[in-house]
C-alpha cells in the first residue's frame, strides 16, 4: 500500500508491512525513511510527515548549497556580523565543543578544501600550492562570536556537513517520538536512531567490499558511520581518503576505510566516528577510551568490533 505527497519537489512514500509502516523520502543528499510499528494509517503518516518535514527544514535552513538560507547569509557576510538564532547558536557551539576535542581536526571551516580536492575516485591530487593556499581561509579559532553574532574573516565559509545530518536524525526523532509511544526508527542514509518496547530493531551494517559485514539488534540507541568507500582519490596504488585534516589540508594518513559507532544519540555516535576517523591508526584507541560498541573496516578485511 502506497500514498504520495509532492510539496516543492518533495516526495513522500508511506508503506505497509504488516505491522510496519515505512515512509520513505529523499533529503540532504540520501535515502531517508521514518519506520513504525503497530499503530493505524493515520498515525503513521503524521509520524513520517513530521519526520520529512523536519529533515527538510533543517536541509533548507543548513544547506551550503543553497543561497537562500542562513548559512549562505553568513558565508557571504564579508566580515560583517551575523545574528543566529537559538538553534544555530546551539550548533555552533557544538561545533566548537568538536574542535576542542579533536584539538582542531574537526573544523566546520574546512569546506573551503573543496576547491582543490575532488573526491571522485580518479586520480587527480592538488598541487601542494593549491592547498596551501587555502590554508589561511581555514580555522574554527578564526572565527569570531559574541552572544548571538558572528563573523568570519573574508573568503571563509562554514560547512555544516560533517554535523548536520546526525543533528537532523536526533531532531526529527524526538519531535516524532512526542506523538506516540510506538515503536519508532529515524534512518537517514544509515545514520539512525531508534527505540522500541519489546522487539528490537534489526540493523545491517553495509561493508566496502560485501553488501553486509554485520547486524545489530537494540530496543534504544543511535548508530551512525564515517567512511570513505564511495568518496576517495587513488593515484599509483596509494588511497587517499576524503577525510582531510584542516590542519595540513591533506587527507588523513592510514584512516579506516568505515567507523560505525552505537551511542545513545545520533551526533554522539557521529562525532566519535568522525573523531575516530581523523586518528588515522589510532582510531580504535579513542573508540575503547570512549567506552562505545563500534566496528571498524580496514581495507576489505572483516570489521573490526569492539
Not at 76 to 82: H, I, T
Not at 265 to 276: E, K, P, R, Y
Amino acid at each position: 500500500m502506497k500514498q504520495g505527497k509532492q510539496k516543492q519537489d518533495r516526495e513522500l512514500v508511506l508503506e505497509q508491512d504488516g505491522p510496519l509502516w515505512r515512509g520513505r523520502f529523499a533529503a540532504m543528499a540520501s535515502p531517508c525513511e521514518c519506520l513504525v510499528r503497530g499503530v493505524d494509517e493515520h498515525r503513521a503518516r503524521q509520524l513520517a510527515e513530521t519526520v520529512a518535514e523536519e529533515a527538510w527544514r533543517i536541509e533548507h535552513k543548513y544547506s551550503r548549497y543553497r543561497d537562500d538560507n542562513l548559512v549562505a547569509a553568513i558565508n557571504a557576510g564579508d566580515e560583517q556580523w551575523v545574528t543566529l538564532d537559538e538553534e544555530t547558536a546551539r550548533l555552533m557551539d557544538f561545533a566548537d565543543q568538536c574542535w576542542q576535542l579533536s584539538e582542531g581536526a574537526f573544523d566546520i571551516t574546512s569546506g573551503v578544501l573543496r576547491r582543490a580536492w575532488r573526491f571522485d575516485g580518479s586520480d587527480r591530487i592538488p598541487e601542494p600550492e593549491q592547498v596551501e593556499a587555502l590554508l589561511p581561509l581555514v580555522g574554527w579559532q578564526k572565527v569570531e562570536r559574541d552572544g548571538g553574532r558572528i563573523r568570519l574573516q573574508k573568503g571563509m565559509e562554514l560547512d555544516l556537513g560533517g554535523i548536520g545530518k546526525e543533528y537532523a536524525v536526533d531532531s526529527a526523532f524526538q519531535l516524532a517520538g512526542k506523538l506516540t509511544d510506538a515503536d519508532l526508527l529515524v534512518n537517514f542514509g544509515g545514520d539512525l536512531v531508534g527505540r522500541a518496547a519489546e522487539i528490537p530493531w534489526q540493523v545491517g551494517m553495509e561493508g566496502t567490499a560485501r553488501p553486509m559485514v554485520g547486524q545489530l539488534q537494540f530496543t534504544s540507541g543511535a548508530l551512525a558511520t564515517s567512511g570513505d568507500s564511495r568518496r576517495f582519490l587513488l593515484r599509483e596504488g596509494i588511497r587517499y581518503s576524503h577525510v582531510l585534516d584542516p590542519r595540513s589540508g591533506w587527507p588523513v594518513t592510514d584512516a579506516p576505510r568505515a567507523v560505525t559507532v552505537f551511542g545513545q544519540q545520533c551526533t554522539q555516535a557521529g562525532l566519535l566516528s568522525t573523531l575516530a576517523l581523523l586518528q588515522g591508526r589510532e582510531a580504535e584507541n579513542l573508540l575503547r577510551e570512549a567506552g562505545v560498541q563500534y566496528w571498524i573496516q580496514w581495507g576489505d578485511d572483516a570489521p573490526v568490533t569492539g
